[in-house]
C-alpha cells in the first residue's frame, strides 16, 4: 500500500434512492434493445453501446438561463437529480463563448468563435464528462471513482472525487507530461502508471473491472460510460444558447475516442426537437493529428469501420489509436456535410501559437489540432468563409508545455544599459 | 531583435474619446489632492500614491446580476466605460466561490468558502487588475502594455495585450517557474528576464518608464497602477454577492504588494456605502510566506512601517521584499481586528495538499500560503470557528508545479497480476 493511500478521506456519500432525473432506461446504439439504468456499457444482444433515453419534460429558454452559471443550468437534459446544482460538485461548464475576431481576420473567416474549455475547474472539457459520472456513482452505490486517461480525465476524476468525498485510483500510460501526472496525484487519490499506449491502459481497465478487484469501483470512462458521455452534450447546448440560441453553421471538434463529436451532435438534434433553437442546417467536421489519424484515415479512404493505430504524436490527449466511436464520428460527419482532417505536429505547434496570438487562449495539444484544421479546411475551401464558425479549445496549454515553442526572449541586468544592448526597443 | 518580435500583432486600436465611466479623478491617499485622470500614479505635492475618486451613479443589486458573468457586471464601479463588455477584453473574474465543507470540517470551522480565482483566463486574479490598465491603456493611447512581474501578472498581460491588438512587453525575475515563463512567452509578446529580484525588476521598470525608451508604454503595475489596483476591488464585490449580498464575518487575503488587501476593503466599504450589502463588521487577515513576510513582521513587532527584505520562499507570487502597500495593510487590518500571519514553505505545500485533497481546488504557492494561515489561525482562536469565513485562492498549481509534492503511486505492466503484486487494491 503506498503512502498515498494513507492520505484518502474516508468520508462517502450515504446511499439515497437513485435518481437519475430526465434519464429513464439504457437504450443500444445498434439495436436498439432497452434495458434498465444500472453499471451497463454493452448491449446484453448486440453488444453494442448503450446510451441513455430520456422522457425530456417541458423546457425553456427562460428556464434555462435563470439557472446556475455552470452546466447544471441543463440538468433538465441530463441524467442526474434536479437539485444536483444543490450539492458539492466541481460546477464545470458554461465556459466562455469568446468571439474571435483576430483570429478571424488572419484565417478570412467572417464569424469565428472560439469555446474554451480550458475554464473548466481542472482546465480541460473532462470535468463536464467526469461530473455525469460522479452522479451515477452516487446512484448506483460505488464509493470509488476510476479511469484510463491520458492524462485530462485523470486530473478531472481525482478534483472530483476530492470534493465529493470519494476515493480514486487513476490509470495513465506512463510517460505523460508532468503538468497532467501531478493534476493527477494532487487530490490525493492513486495514479497508476501503466507501461503501454492508451489503448493498453483502456484493455486493462476492462480486464480489471472484471475481476474481484474492481468490485465497487465506478471506471466513469467504462461502466459509467453512457452517463459520462453525456456530459459532452453541454458543449453544444452552451454554444447555441451563448450563440442567442442559435446552432452554428458548422463546427470543428477535436477526436480522440469521438464521443465528444458524437455527444454534440445528439445535443444540436435535442435543442431542435425540443423547440429551443430554429431547426437549420449545422456541418460538424472532427480533428485528428496525423500522427494518430485512425478516423480520418477511414473518411479519406471512405471506410464504413477505422483501422486502430499505433500513436504517435505531441498531442497525447486525443492520442487514442483504437477510438471507440469511430464509426458514429463518421456517420456524424456524412449526415451533416462535415469532414474529418488532419495536421502534423508542426501544424499543430503553429495552431497553439496562433491562437495565443490572436485571441490570448493558451490551448494544448489539443487546441492546437483544432485550430490547424480550421486553417487548413479553410485554405482549402471546405468551410464556407461567410459562415457562423465554432471551434473548440478542449485543454490547457500549461498542461502540455513541452508542445508550446515559447521562451525568454532576452536576460539582462537590471539597467537602462543592458536593455539597450540587447536591443529590445 | 528577436525573432520572436516578428510574430507582434500590428493592429492598434484607433484612439477615441477617453471614457472612465465613474471614475472623476485621482487622489492622492496621503494628503488628498486631486488632479486630472491620466497616466500618473504619485502625488505631485507629497509623493504618496494616487487612487482613484468616483462619483457614482444610482447602482441596484438587480442591475448587477442582470450583468455579464465576468467582472464587467461592476462596469458601474470602475473606472471603464459603460460600454467595456461589448469590446474584446478577456472578460476574467466571477470566479467560483467555493463552499468547501470538507475543509471546513478538517479545520473545525462552521462556514468557509474558498474563492477560486484559478478559475480566471490566465488562472491568477491578475487578470482582473489587468483588464482595468488595459481601459487605462486604451484611454490614454498606450500602445504597449508591459509590467514587472512575478511571473502571474506577465501572462495576464501577454494575453490581454493579445487579444486586444496592444503590443506588450513584460520584465521578470530570472528563474522563474517554466510555466510561468512560457505562459507569459505563448502570446507573442516580449519576454525579458532580468539577473535579479522582483524589487531589482520594478526598480528597472520605474527607471525605463522615465527613459525615452519607455514613451508610449503603459507600465500596468507602475504609470497606470491607480486604475490597475482598482480590479482588485472586484474579489469584494463577487464574494459579497456570491454570499447573496452578505459580507463575510472574515477573510484571509495573501499579500504581495499588499494592493490587493487594502483593494477589497475598499470594496467591502463602497458595497455598504452605496446601500447593497447591510453595514456589519468584517475582519480582514493578511497572509504571507515565512521567506518574504516583511508585512507579517511589521505587525508582530507593532510597526508603522515595513522593512524590507530579500526574499527567500516557494511563494514566488508573493515574493516582493519591498511591498508598496505594506502601510496601508497594516492599517486595515488594525482597523478592522484582523492581523497578519506568516507560515513556513513546509506549510505552505501542506496547504497545497489540503486544498487540493479536500476541496478539488489545485492551489499554486500563494493557495497554499493562505490555506497555511487558516489553519494556523484558527489552531491559535485568532479566527472565530462559528464565523463565516472566505480564504482567498489567487493562483493555479499548473503553474508551481515544483511546489506540489505529488507524483505517480506505482508504475506496473497492463495485467491484472502487475497491479496485484504492487499492492494496489
Redesign the interface.
Known amino acids: ?2 503512502t ?2 494513507a ?1 484518502y ?1 474516508t ?1 462517502v456519500p450515504t446511499p439515497s434512492a437513485p435518481d437519475f432525473g430526465p434519464a429513464i432506461a439504457l437504450s443500444c446504439r445498434e439495436c436498439g434493445q432497452r434495458r434498465e439504468l444500472g453499471p451497463y456499457f454493452a448491449c446484453d444482444f448486440c453488444f453494442g453501446p448503450l446510451e441513455i433515453a430520456y422522457e425530456f419534460g417541458a423546457v425553456t429558454r427562460e428556464q434555462i438561463e435563470r439557472g446556475p ?1 455552470s452546466l447544471w443550468r441543463y440538468a433538465p437534459l441530463l441524467p442526474v437529480p434536479a437539485t444536483v446544482a444543490s450539492t ?1 460538485t ?2 464545470p461548464g ?1 465556459t ?1 463563448l469568446v ?1 474571435a ?2 483570429l478571424a481576420n488572419e484565417l478570412g473567416v467572417r464569424e469565428l468563435h472560439v469555446k474554451d474549455d480550458s ?1 473548466n ?3 480541460s472539457f473532462k470535468d463536464r464528462v467526469v461530473a455525469m459520472a460522479v452522479e451515477a456513482a452516487r446512484n448506483l452505490g460505488f464509493t470509488t471513482l476510476s479511469c484510463s486517461s491520458t492524462g485530462n480525465l485523470a ?1 478531472a476524476v ?6 465529493t ?1 470519494l476515493r480514486s ?1 487513476v490509470f495513465i500510460p ?1 510517460g505523460l507530461e ?2 497532467k ?3 493527477a ?4 487519490g ?7 499506449t492508451y489503448d ?2 483502456n ?2 481497465c476492462s ?2 473491472m472484471g ?1 474481484p ?1 474492481g468490485e465497487g469501483w465506478g471506471f466513469v470512462n467504462v461502466n459509467l460510460r453512457p452517463y459520462y458521455a453525456e456530459g459532452s452534450k453541454t458543449l453544444a447546448y452552451e454554444i447555441a444558447e451563448q450563440l442567442g440560441w442559435r446552432l452554428p453553421d458548422q463546427i470543428i471538434v477535436p477526436i480522440a475516442s469521438g464521443s465528444q463529436l458524437t455527444k454534440i451532435d445528439k445535443g444540436f438534434r435535442e435543442l431542435v426537437r425540443l423547440g429551443l433553437v430554429e431547426d437549420r442546417p449545422y456541418r460538424i467536421f472532427g480533428a485528428q493529428a496525423t500522427g494518430c489519424a485512425p478516423v480520418a484515415r477511414a473518411w479519406e479512404e471512405g471506410h464504413e469501420v477505422v483501422q486502430p493505430v499505433k500513436p504517435d504524436t505531441i498531442a497525447k490527449s486525443l492520442a487514442i489509436g483504437n477510438p471507440a466511436d469511430g464509426p458514429y464520428v463518421l456517420d456524424v460527419c456524412r449526415r451533416t456535410g462535415g469532414s474529418v482532417a488532419h495536421v502534423d505536429d508542426t501544424e499543430v505547434v503553429a495552431g ?2 496562433q491562437l ?7 490551448a494544448e495539444t489539443a487546441g492546437g489540432v483544432t485550430t490547424g484544421v480550421l486553417r487548413q479546411l479553410l485554405a482549402q475551401g471546405e468551410l464556407d468563409p461567410e459562415a457562423s464558425t465554432v471551434v473548440l479549445n478542449t485543454g ?4 502540455t ?1 513541452n508542445a ?1 515553442e ?11 544599459e543592458s ?2 544592448e ?4
Chains 1, 2 share one sequence.
Not at 481525482?158 to 470534493?163: D, E, N, S, T, Y
Not at 490547457?396 to 498542461?399: A, E, N, V, Y
Open positions: 500500500m503506498s498515498v493511500a492520505e478521506s468520508t452559471t458539492p466541481m460546477d458554461f466562455p468571439r475576431d483576430r475554464a475547474p481542472t482546465h486530473g481525482g478534483a472530483a472525487a476530492a470534493r468525498g485510483c506512463a508532468e503538468g501526472v501531478v493534476m496525484a494532487i487530490y490525493g492513486k495514479v497508476v502508471a501503466i507501461d503501454g493498453d491502459v484493455r486493462f480486464e480489471l475481476d478487484a497553439i501559437a495565443a496570438r490572436t485571441e490570448g487562449i493558451f490547457d496549454g500549461l498542461k508545455l508550446a515559447a521562451g525568454i526572449t532576452a536576460t539582462i541586468r537590471p539597467s537602462l536593455f539597450h540587447a536591443g529590445l526597443r
